[in-house]
């Protein structure tokens, strides 16, 4: 089976920054595209950045130029940079990821635990 468990959330003004991290417990040998998403009260899930193996990247519109998806596929770690943040990235921020062999755990979806990130204005 494969963990995620992600972590750096909190509480800061608008324009400050904040940096996720989401950490993969698995094979060693097992690597994955990894995303997030985040959740705010009353709204559904949306997508917020994905970065593949080969180290390519999509993010929403809404926080182009402003966040930094990244990663250490050594220690299978996904990273979110968020800068400029606004109190609208006000949010459970989760990680993703997408298990399509049987040789690193369950086919299908694993998400994290989600963790809170709050801008005030």
């Known amino acids: 089976q494969v963990q995620l468990v992600e972590s750096g959330g909190g509480s800061v003004q608008a324009t400050g920054s904040l940096r996720l991290s989401c950490a993969a417990s698995t094979y060693t040998y097992c690597k994955f595209d990894m995303s997030w998403y985040r959740q705010a009260p009353g709204k559904a899930r949306e997508f917020v950045s994905g970065?593949?193996?080969?180290?390519?990247?999509t993010y929403a519109d809404s926080v182009k130029g402003r966040f930094t998806i990244s990663q250490n596929n050594a220690k299978n770690t996904v990273y979110l940079q968020m800068d400029s943040l606004k109190p609208e990235d006000t949010a459970m921020y989760y990680c993703?990821?997408?298990?399509?062999?049987?040789?690193?755990?369950?086919?299908?979806?694993?998400w994290g635990q989600g963790t809170q990130v709050t801008v005030s204005s």
């Open positions: 993703k990821t997408v298990v399509t062999t049987i040789f690193c755990g369950r086919k299908g979806d694993y």
């Open positions: 970065i593949h193996l080969d180290g390519s990247t």
